[in-house]
């Protein structure tokens, strides 16, 4: 197996532009292990980018790969949080309670049947990846394995479906809140 050597140019601008990068990443991330990631799959990318003799600025072009890897990993930081948050906020109350009151027993099947049909309202793959959270207890790695997606997306999937069911509970229950 021969070790990959890059030509002259492109190791130039990895040893140029690395550490600005870096540096680049490393205040909006405020997490110096990310930072490392990201600039390393900028650096991935530009390798992997058919058309690098074409860039006519190579620095403008690899901080642009840098903001959007940087934009993706704050919207799987926000899906993160939302699902984390979701955790966070404990488990439903139990369905029954031979204790409760009559009403009490009927409001909770009723609200057992609204959240059985914004369930359905659901696309399959999330409404999946939900009921094997949040019902079967199964971690998102092992979603994933069972999805045959990535953690990433299992993520995704959880935390769009704890919104729309959030939503369309609040709204039919006369408490949605403004957007």
Not at 22 to 39: E, G
Request: hydrophobic letters at 35%.
């Amino acid at each position: 197996m021969s070790r990959f050597k890059p030509d002259p140019p492109v190791a130039e601008s990895l040893r140029e532009f690395y550490t600005q990068i870096l540096h680049f990443l490393r205040k909006r991330t405020d997490n110096a292990s990310d930072a490392a990631d990201m600039t390393q799959d900028v650096f991935t990318q530009w390798l992997g980018y058919q058309d690098r003799a074409k860039v006519e600025q190579p620095r403008a072009f690899l901080f642009q790969m840098a903001r959007n890897l940087l934009r993706d990993h704050w919207r799987r930081q926000q899906v993160r949080q939302a699902v984390h948050s979701e955790q966070i906020a404990g488990q439903p109350e139990p369905l029954t309670d031979e204790r409760d009151e009559p009403m009490a027993g009927a409001q909770r099947l009723q609200y057992l049947e609204q959240l059985k049909a914004v369930l359905a309202e659901l696309s399959p793959r999330r409404r999946e990846a939900l009921m094997l959270h949040r019902f079967e207890g199964l971690s998102q790695a092992q979603i994933a394995e069972r999805m045959g997606i990535s953690v990433s997306m299992v993520e995704k999937h959880i935390a769009f479906a704890l919104l729309h069911c959030k939503r369309h509970l609040q709204r039919d229950s006369g408490k949605e809140q403004p957007q």
